[in-house]
């Protein structure tokens, strides 16, 4: 299966991501993890990326066009894929479409979040990571057993830099502007099914289910 997650910051992409990925076996394919790692790296790409991300912008379409050509075309990527949180504007739209066409792997649908504007920066807010194992929580939502600590491998949790109000909201209007017209795009192309996020992740899952079954 080849899916395409779009949704605005904080609407579970990446959580989606993962439960489909670990119980399919497809593999998950997120910029803004991958990004993260060339940050953490020090890498050339990663201390060219950390500013726009700690702004809320989007990172250079060539950067991450780069990355996502890179993994599409690895041996993990063959039988399928979830791209979460690319493309994000129709320039990298036009370069997804012209990578699979390289590759015959048309896509089989574009699954598109739909949250209010408040519940996101609340659920943003709240999101702690933890940078060694990328198991995620919420200080509401999905607490860890022992606060600060990572249920999974004992890790001291973090709040991600772009995860502050004043860079949340940032974010949210990017999306507005620049992300937001996929969804017409992918509509035009017959590939669109919106699913509304606003339940819990169970709920979220169940419909994301209905959404790629059919
Ligand atoms: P990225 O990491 O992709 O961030 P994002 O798209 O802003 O998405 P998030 O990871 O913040 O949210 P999500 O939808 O995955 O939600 P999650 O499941 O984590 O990108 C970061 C930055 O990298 C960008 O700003 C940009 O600079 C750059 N970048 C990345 N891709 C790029 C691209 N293609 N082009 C250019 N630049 C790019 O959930 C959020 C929280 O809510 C968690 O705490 C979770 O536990 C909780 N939660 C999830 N579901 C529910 C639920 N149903 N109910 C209650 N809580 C929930």
Redesign the pocket.
């Known amino acids: 299966m080849r899916l395409i997650f779009v949704?605005?910051?904080?609407?579970?992409?990446?959580?989606?991501a993962s439960r489909l990925s670990a119980e399919r076996g497809i593999t998950q394919v997120?910029?803004?993890?991958a990004?993260?790692q060339a940050v953490k790296a020090g890498t050339k790409m990663g201390i060219k990326?950390k500013a726009?991300?700690d702004a809320?912008?989007?990172?250079p379409?060539e950067v991450?066009i780069g990355i996502v050509r890179e993994k599409l075309g690895s041996d993990a990527c063959r039988d399928g894929f979830i791209l979460?949180?690319?493309?994000?504007n129709t320039g990298?739209a036009e370069a997804l479409g012209a990578i699979l066409q390289d590759f015959s792997a048309p896509v089989d649908r574009v699954v598109a979040?739909t949250v209010d504007d408040e519940a996101l920066v609340a659920?943003?807010s709240?999101?702690?990571t933890c940078p060694s194992c990328h198991a995620?929580?919420?200080i509401a939502?999905?607490a860890p057993k022992q606060g600060g600590v990572c249920d999974r491998c004992g890790g001291a949790l973090v709040q991600r830099d772009?995860d502050h109000e004043d860079v949340i909201r940032k974010?949210l209007a990017v999306y507005a502007a620049e992300t937001r017209p996929l969804l017409e795009y992918y509509e035009d192309r017959g590939l669109l099914t919106q699913v509304p996020?606003?339940?819990?992740?169970d709920d979220?899952y169940s419909a994301l289910l209905k959404a790629v079954a059919g």
């Open positions: 949704g605005p910051p904080g609407a579970g992409k990446g959580t989606q997120s910029t803004g993890d990004l993260r990326a726009f991300m809320g912008q989007l990172v379409d991450v979460d949180g690319f493309p994000r990298q979040f659920r943003l709240g999101r702690r995620m929580f919420h939502y999905a772009d974010r996020a606003e339940g819990s992740v979220v």
